[in-house]
């Protein structure tokens, strides 16, 4: 899968393919850039419209604990379009 990674100082966005068991593995790497920044895992709107409305898509309930992630990224963005 495609994870987004932003530099905290320079706000430089990367984009790596990497599996599902690793894609927290870049979380606080120095940034390739400016050297000076960490890199922290971004959840920015194209990559959450990625992710969809599992209710919707499958039928399914959402978890709590999905669910639980989905309202901890949309406090973080309030201007996104994720509907918990």
Known sequence: MRYDYCCDKCGK??????SMVDRNSLNGKKCKDCDDG????SYDSSSVCRVGDPY?????????????????????????????
């Open 13 to 18: 966005i990367f984009e790596f393919e990497l």
């Open 38 to 41: 960490i890199l922290q895992r």
């Open 56 to 84: 919707h898509v499958s039928g399914k309930k959402i978890d709590s604990g999905f669910k639980e992630v989905l309202q901890r990224i949309q406090r973080r963005h309030p201007k996104g379009n994720i509907n918990v």
